[in-house]
Each structure stands twice: as structure tokens, then as C-alpha cells.
């Protein structure tokens, strides 16, 4: 029979917006394990699960941290009270906590006393209704009416009229039938209650016990900080919407989003969890991308779903047209639909599609080895090689509405190389054979019809280092100290290492750079 062995939530905190999808562990009736789902429109041997949420009242109201959510608040920012920011972010756990949260926190009320001076009044903002700036100063008790305020959605009702539930000093209410809930602004400060249960297709009567889970209590959606933008000069002028006006100019980014599969705990132990979870980042991601309205968009780190399932549909409805280009798996023993790669897209309105290169890296490992590896070295070489970083190249033609007057009919070609070199420090060699590896492969495109070269992507490498200044230079000095790890010989004679595009840098933001 369909038995439920276990249920679990990715992310430890739920966030108001963000998807929570429990991870549902079955036993088949042929004993087989799987996640994979049994509505009852497909039932399972007669069988079929049922999922309930519940928000879980508390008979005691009680205010939670803005910061950490899962301890109990003892002190308010009165300088939110006055501002009329979301009462939810006005409260903290610990003086340390206001402290230390300070210079995010202060962003609250400068937005607030901006949003004052400029409208005059109450406006709906990206952190909530402010109408004048207020000070750091913090309440040390919580009054009654100060813990209601969060537990409720302006003066709307909180709860549905009807109560589904009572246990103790605790009443659920129901609010989803589906395996898959979304928080809503009502939720804020409340636990929420998942159940799972196998039920007979043709009684409708429960079979077995009934599996459940209780989350932290759900918080609003937190806003990321502002990024301190760095203006390039020279580089036309921005129109109304942010867009470059001059003559000929087009913009450009590209962005390493750490695929869902690397962002671990493990990993990033300074995150929490929540803040790491993909439903939460994903959202943040669009609207940065989306925020920026560059004309190319090249994305490293981009898993196989996400890209068919979220951003190729989400960007397409802004106008853009993408390419896709997954790494290889000969290395990768995981899922194969969380594999990721990278991800290029260009606004329809000002390119179209001429033609599509995709580069291997291990395919050119394979050809390095069998032309200049001795036999016994093989192995050896292409564990050291074989990587599965790929590189997307695009060619795109400018739709141009007036041509130039000193060469009509032109067609206005760029090529576009978006690339994730390996991460690995220990391998500077192979980070250099790659990048020496597109690079002239780039250069047999330019040459066949002397097309721009725009080369982006997470280069895995610092400035000073070989494939900088492969990229930057040209070439790659002979006494570089980057070019004394060569196990195999593949980077010799050194002055083999050099290029003829003429590409500079115009974009570096950790390890992800643009070349043009």
C-alpha cells in the first residue's frame, strides 16, 4: 500500500511571496522510494495523498525579530512607529541585533524621509508607507497594541471567518489544499501547519496516520540592499528609463546568479537559510536583471530547469530572446536538469538572431590529448582537463532604423561569447588553456567576417593573474607565476599564448567580466 515515510521543507523559514514545496518521501505498494507526486486524478493502487496548510493562531500574540525570526522581539525602532514603516520591521531581538542591523535598517528611514520630501504625503514604496524620516531610537517594551499591529494586514482581517480547527491555546485556520503553499501578507508572525495524508480514492477516507510539519513563523518578503552602482564615463547618456541614447551604444550584463545546486549551507554558512532558498532568490534576481534593462544579458550558473521553467518564460514577457548552452556531464554525476550553464538573451526590438556556436571545452581536451599527450599520459591529462565548462557563443545583427550615410546597407553583426571558466585555483593551467581556447576560436569568427567581439562571462580569476591578462594584454608575460603549474606541457612554448582581438575591459564585479 501507499505509505508516506517522510516529510520536509527546504528552507527553515518561511517568507512571505516565496513558494514552500515539502519534500514528500513515499513507499509505493511495489516498495519502491520516490518524491514523485500522487493526485488523486492518478491514483496509486487505489490510492491517493491529500495536502492541507494551516495558519496556526496563537491565543498569545508575539512580536518576532525583523532580523532573526525565530527569536521573540524585546525591542521596537521608534523611529519606524513615527515613519509608518511595516511595524514587522521595527522589531528586534537584542540591542547587539538593532546594532548591529543598523546601516541597513537606517536605509528604512532615509527612504522614508525621501519619500516625504518628495510626494508629501503617503506613498506605497519598495519597504512599505513611510511619510517622514525617524530616529534610532528603540522602545524596550512591546506594548499590546505594538505585538497586534504585526499580527495583522492594515485593516483588513487577518483570519478567514470561518475556524477550522482548535487544539489547546492554538486555532488553525485552512488555508491551502495543494502540496505547494504560498505565504501571503496574512501570515506574517504565524507558524504554519503542512499536512499530508494517503487517503482511499474510493471512500475518501484517510488511511494511515497523518504526517505533518511545523515551520518558523513566516516573516515579509526581506529587501535587499541597494548596490552602490559605479557610473563609467564616456559612455552616453541615459534616457528616461535608463536606457543609453547614444548613436551606436548598447548595454550590457552579465551576471553569475549561483545555481540553486552550490547554494549550501555548506557553502555560504554566513547566509541564512531562507535567503538562500530558490524561491526566494529567484524573484530578487528577476527584478535586478529586469531592473537594469541592458540589451544583451549573458548568465553564468544558469541550472537546465530553471532556465526552461522561470527565466526563459519571465524574460521573454520583457521582450527578450535567449540562448542556452548547459555544461557537459562527464565529470557532473548529479540530476541532470540541475546542471547548470550559461544563458545569453538580447532584447528583440534591437537584435535578431543570426548564428549559434557552442564550445566543449572537454571535446577540445579530448583533441589537446590526442595530439600532443604521449598514450601513457592520457588518463592522466584528461582528468586534469575534463572539467564540463562550456562556453555560448551568439552572433546577433543590430536592427539599425537609419543607416549609416557613408555605408548603406551594411548589416551591423556582433558576436557575443558568454563563458564559466573552471573554479578551481589549484588548476591555473587549465584556467588558462580555456581562455586561450575560446579566445581563438573568436578569432577565427572575427576573421571570417571581421565581426566585434564582446567576450562575458565568470572568468574565475583575478586581476594580475594569466587569463586576466591574456584577456587584457594580449599575451601572458613568460616569467607570469602562473605559468610554473604545467604538469602536462600544455601551455608551451609560451608564446603561443596570445590573441589579436582587440578587447578591453569595461565591466569587472568580483569574478565576472565583460570584453568588448
Same mark, same amino acid.
Given at each position: 500500500m501507499l505509505s508516506v515515510l517522510r516529510v520536509h521543507l527546504p528552507s527553515d523559514i518561511p517568507i512571505v511571496g516565496c513558494e514552500l514545496t515539502p519534500y514528500v518521501l513515499l513507499r509505493r505498494p511495489d516498495k519502491i522510494v520516490t518524491t514523485d507526486d500522487v493526485p488523486e486524478t492518478a491514483p496509486l493502487d487505489g490510492h491517493f495523498l491529500r495536502y492541507k496548510w494551516y495558519r496556526v493562531q496563537s491565543d498569545k500574540k508575539v512580536?518576532?525579530?525583523s532580523v532573526h525570526p525565530s527569536e521573540p522581539a524585546t525591542l521596537q525602532c521608534l523611529g519606524c512607529v513615527k515613519s509608518k514603516i511595516p511595524v514587522a520591521k521595527s522589531y528586534h531581538c537584542t540591542p547587539k541585533c538593532f546594532s548591529d542591523a543598523w546601516q541597513h535598517h537606517r536605509v528604512l528611514h532615509d527612504r522614508a524621509a525621501s519619500a516625504a520630501n518628495e510626494n508629501g504625503n503617503e506613498e506605497e514604496e519598495l519597504y512599505g508607507r513611510f511619510n517622514n524620516s525617524g530616529s534610532g531610537s528603540i522602545n524596550t517594551s512591546l506594548s499590546a497594541s505594538a505585538s497586534s499591529a504585526s499580527l495583522t494586514n492594515g485593516s483588513a482581517p487577518v483570519y478567514p471567518a470561518a475556524v477550522t480547527q482548535r487544539s489547546g491555546g492554538e486555532t488553525w485556520f485552512e488555508v491551502g489544499q495543494f502540496? @505547494?503553499? @504560498?505565504p501571503t501578507a496574512?501570515?506574517?508572525?504565524?507558524?504554519?501547519?503542512?499536512?499530508c495524508t494517503v487517503v482511499d480514492a474510493e471512500t475518501k477516507l484517510t488511511v494511515g496516520h497523518v504526517n505533518t510539519l511545523l515551520t518558523s513563523r513566516v516573516i515579509p518578503a526581506p529587501s535587499p540592499s541597494p548596490r552602490r552602482l559605479i557610473p563609467v564615463d564616456g559612455m552616453g547618456h541615459l534616457d528616461a528609463d535608463g536606457r543609453i541614447t547614444s548613436s551606436g551604444t548598447f548595454t550590457v550584463l552579465s551576471y553569475n546568479i549561483l545555481s540553486d545546486a552550490y547554494a549550501s549551507n555548506d557553502l555560504y554558512n554566513y547566509c541564512p537559510t531562507w535567503a538562500l532558498s530558490w524561491p526566494y532568490r529567484r524573484q530578487n534576481l528577476l527584478r535586478e536583471i529586469v531592473g537594469y534593462r541592458a540589451d544583451i544579458i549573458c548568465l553564468?550558473?544558469?541550472q537546465s530547469d530553471h532556465y526552461e521553467d522561470f527565466f526563459s518564460p519571465e524574460l521573454d514577457k520583457h521582450g527578450y530572446y535567449g540562448f542556452y548552452k548547459r555544461k557537459t556531464n562527464e565529470v557532473y554525476n548529479g540530476n541532470i536538469n540541475t546542471i547548470d550553464g550559461c544563458a545569453t538573451f538580447f532584447r528583440r526590438d534591437r537584435f535578431s538572431h543570426v548564428k549559434k556556436y557552442e564550445v566543449e571545452f572537454n571535446k577540445a581536451a579530448q583533441s589537446l590529448t590526442d595530439a600532443v599527450i604521449p598514450t601513457t599520459q592520457k588518463k592522466t591529462a584528461l582528468n586534469r582537463l575534463v572539467k564540463d565548462n562550456i562556453a555560448l557563443i551568439v552572433v546577433l545583427e543590430a536592427k539599425v532604423i537609419n543607416q549609416p550615410v557613408? !555605408?548603406?546597407?551594411k548589416r551591423q553583426l556582433l558576436c557575443v561569447a558568454n563563458t564559466h571558466v573552471n573554479v578551481h585555483h589549484d588548476l591555473m593551467d587549465v584556467k588558462l588553456w580555456q581562455v586561450h581556447t575560446l579566445l581563438?576560436?573568436?578569432?577565427?569568427?572575427?576573421?571570417?567576417a571581421d565581426i566585434p567581439m564582446l567576450v562575458c562571462g565568470d572568468f574565475n580569476s583575478i586581476p594580475g593573474s594569466a587569463p586576466h591578462a591574456l584577456l587584457a594584454m594580449g599575451k601572458v608575460d613568460p616569467s607570469h607565476p602562473d605559468l610554473a603549474?604545467?604538469?602536462? !606541457?600544455i601551455l608551451r612554448p609560451h608564446s603561443k599564448l596570445v590573441h589579436q582581438l582587440p578587447l578591453c575591459l569595461f565591466v569587472f564585479c568580483k569574478n565576472s567580466w565583460s570584453w568588448i
Amino acid at each position: 500500500m501507499l505509505s508516506v515515510l517522510r516529510v520536509h521543507l527546504p528552507s527553515d523559514i518561511p517568507i512571505v511571496g516565496c513558494e514552500l514545496t515539502p519534500y514528500v518521501l513515499l513507499r509505493r505498494p511495489d516498495k519502491i522510494v520516490t518524491t514523485d507526486d500522487v493526485p488523486e486524478t492518478a491514483p496509486l493502487d487505489g490510492h491517493f495523498l491529500r495536502y492541507k496548510w494551516y495558519r496556526v493562531q496563537s491565543d498569545k500574540k508575539v512580536a518576532v525579530c525583523s532580523v532573526h525570526p525565530s527569536e521573540p522581539a524585546t525591542l521596537q525602532c521608534l523611529g519606524c512607529v513615527k515613519s509608518k514603516i511595516p511595524v514587522a520591521k521595527s522589531y528586534h531581538c537584542t540591542p547587539k541585533c538593532f546594532s548591529d542591523a543598523w546601516q541597513h535598517h537606517r536605509v528604512l528611514h532615509d527612504r522614508a524621509a525621501s519619500a516625504a520630501n518628495e510626494n508629501g504625503n503617503e506613498e506605497e514604496e519598495l519597504y512599505g508607507r513611510f511619510n517622514n524620516s525617524g530616529s534610532g531610537s528603540i522602545n524596550t517594551s512591546l506594548s499590546a497594541s505594538a505585538s497586534s499591529a504585526s499580527l495583522t494586514n492594515g485593516s483588513a482581517p487577518v483570519y478567514p471567518a470561518a475556524v477550522t480547527q482548535r487544539s489547546g491555546g492554538e486555532t488553525w485556520f485552512e488555508v491551502g489544499q495543494f502540496k @505547494t503553499y @504560498t505565504p501571503t501578507a496574512d501570515d506574517i508572525g504565524h507558524v504554519l501547519k503542512f499536512e499530508c495524508t494517503v487517503v482511499d480514492a474510493e471512500t475518501k477516507l484517510t488511511v494511515g496516520h497523518v504526517n505533518t510539519l511545523l515551520t518558523s513563523r513566516v516573516i515579509p518578503a526581506p529587501s535587499p540592499s541597494p548596490r552602490r552602482l559605479i557610473p563609467v564615463d564616456g559612455m552616453g547618456h541615459l534616457d528616461a528609463d535608463g536606457r543609453i541614447t547614444s548613436s551606436g551604444t548598447f548595454t550590457v550584463l552579465s551576471y553569475n546568479i549561483l545555481s540553486d545546486a552550490y547554494a549550501s549551507n555548506d557553502l555560504y554558512n554566513y547566509c541564512p537559510t531562507w535567503a538562500l532558498s530558490w524561491p526566494y532568490r529567484r524573484q530578487n534576481l528577476l527584478r535586478e536583471i529586469v531592473g537594469y534593462r541592458a540589451d544583451i544579458i549573458c548568465l553564468q550558473e544558469v541550472q537546465s530547469d530553471h532556465y526552461e521553467d522561470f527565466f526563459s518564460p519571465e524574460l521573454d514577457k520583457h521582450g527578450y530572446y535567449g540562448f542556452y548552452k548547459r555544461k557537459t556531464n562527464e565529470v557532473y554525476n548529479g540530476n541532470i536538469n540541475t546542471i547548470d550553464g550559461c544563458a545569453t538573451f538580447f532584447r528583440r526590438d534591437r537584435f535578431s538572431h543570426v548564428k549559434k556556436y557552442e564550445v566543449e571545452f572537454n571535446k577540445a581536451a579530448q583533441s589537446l590529448t590526442d595530439a600532443v599527450i604521449p598514450t601513457t599520459q592520457k588518463k592522466t591529462a584528461l582528468n586534469r582537463l575534463v572539467k564540463d565548462n562550456i562556453a555560448l557563443i551568439v552572433v546577433l545583427e543590430a536592427k539599425v532604423i537609419n543607416q549609416p550615410v557613408d !555605408n548603406p546597407g551594411k548589416r551591423q553583426l556582433l558576436c557575443v561569447a558568454n563563458t564559466h571558466v573552471n573554479v578551481h585555483h589549484d588548476l591555473m593551467d587549465v584556467k588558462l588553456w580555456q581562455v586561450h581556447t575560446l579566445l581563438k576560436g573568436l578569432e577565427k569568427i572575427a576573421a571570417s567576417a571581421d565581426i566585434p567581439m564582446l567576450v562575458c562571462g565568470d572568468f574565475n580569476s583575478i586581476p594580475g593573474s594569466a587569463p586576466h591578462a591574456l584577456l587584457a594584454m594580449g599575451k601572458v608575460d613568460p616569467s607570469h607565476p602562473d605559468l610554473a603549474v604545467d604538469p602536462l !606541457n600544455i601551455l608551451r612554448p609560451h608564446s603561443k599564448l596570445v590573441h589579436q582581438l582587440p578587447l578591453c575591459l569595461f565591466v569587472f564585479c568580483k569574478n565576472s567580466w565583460s570584453w568588448i
